[in-house]
């Protein structure tokens, strides 16, 4: 994958990972039957790196790949897969390959492989001002208090609290190496909401 004078990304089993040697491959997305825009993006990342290197399709139920190519068009014939359910198998599993990419939408799922690529359609929704004073709070409170341990007690109960009103964005998203969107609309949001840089890469439409 590369970058041409227009941000734009593009993927070339030719460069960059393809020339380090045969990757084991995780794609991830657990909506793989609904046939939709995601699984189009996600399936054609397939067809092209399954060409050089072992991908294995990563979701809830298996998807057939004369359904895939009917409906969608990208042939993912030399893909295996592996059910995985939950964000935590998700997270558990990528461990297993030397390049996870997450194409899940809003996932929250964190990469352990060697590198790992997230395919953003769209980041979330902005916090209102209230939101983000009170995320900003209870992050600032969890990084002081530190982690519940122990027992019951009064200072677990208030670690307890400020968990509850501090999602894990920042947590996952620093687990991945590249990001890449699928326009400047997201890559826009992108950097605002999770404060990363990402690369536009224009679903195969």
Not at 78 to 86: A, G, L, N, S
Request: proline share 6%; charged share 25%.
């Amino acid at each position: 994958m590369e970058g041409t004078d227009h941000g734009v990304a593009r993927i070339d089993p030719a460069v960059g990972v393809g020339q380090v040697k045969r990757l084991r491959i995780g794609i991830y997305d657990h909506h793989w039957l609904t046939f939709g825009g995601g699984e189009q993006v996600d399936g054609s990342l397939a067809e092209v790196l399954s060409a050089a290197h072992h991908v294995t399709l990563l979701g809830p139920r298996p998807v057939s790949a004369p359904a895939m190519r009917d409906r969608l068009g990208p042939d993912i014939s030399r893909c295996d897969f592996e059910p995985v359910r939950t964000t935590d198998e998700a997270t558990q599993i990528s461990a297993r390959f030397d390049l996870f990419i997450n194409g899940a939408f809003l996932s929250r799922a964190r990469n352990r492989a060697r590198v790992g690529w997230y395919y953003v359609m769209f980041p979330g929704a902005p916090r209102s001002g209230r939101e983000s004073r009170r995320h900003t709070i209870a992050r600032t409170a969890a990084r002081v208090l530190g982690p519940v341990s122990g027992g019951p007690s009064r200072l677990n109960t208030l670690r307890a609290l400020a968990a509850a009103h501090c999602d894990d964005t920042e947590d996952f998203v620093d687990t991945y190496q590249r990001f890449l969107s699928d326009s400047r609309y997201t890559a826009h949001w992108v950097r605002e909401l999770w404060r990363v840089s990402s690369d536009v890469l224009y679903p195969p439409v």
